[in-house]
């Protein structure tokens, strides 16, 4: 099995890309590697490349790739030392919730105001309604 790389450059936030999405993702402690880091830079890659046109859907991808991978963690307490995994895993499932929900309303059925696509007709139009057999009823 291939181990996977762990990097990360403050500098390269601005641009869209894997550290602004670890950015995004709070996924930032990569000095530890796989201790610290819950991403490989070649798992977000692989989700932006999936979703070259939407990165909602890629911050998606990776969320639920999280939520799935840590969910089952408990908190542990060790002497004076705790960790609350739990509270981790909740943040990425709002995380995932809130963002689930902003795509599939972008994504939905009804047509936004406006037509997006020029070369289809409008799905709703004046007189949709009127029933020509009716004959003026």
């Known amino acids: 099995m291939a181990k996977g790389t762990y990097t990360y450059d403050p500098a390269n936030v601005k641009n869209p890309g894997k550290d602004r999405m670890r950015f995004e993702l709070g996924d930032v402690m990569v000095d530890g590697l796989s201790d610290t880091t819950a991403l490989t830079d070649e798992e977000i890659q692989a989700a932006i490349d999936s979703y070259p046109k939407s990165w ?3 911050k998606l991808m990776l969320l639920e790739s999280l ?3 840590f ?5 542990t307490r060790t002497g004076p030392l705790t960790l609350e995994l739990q509270e981790r895993a909740k943040l990425w499932r709002a995380d995932y ?3 689930k929900k902003e795509v599939s309303a972008e994504s939905s059925s009804i ?3 406006g037509n997006a696509s020029r070369d289809k007709p409008p799905y709703f139009y004046a007189g949709m309604q009127r029933n020509e057999r009716a004959g003026g009823r």
């Open 97 to 99: 919730d809130k963002l």
């Open 111 to 113: 047509p936004r105001f």
């Open 67 to 69: 939520c799935r991978r």
């Open 56 to 58: 909602k859907r890629a």
């Open 71 to 75: 969910g089952y963690e408990v908190n």
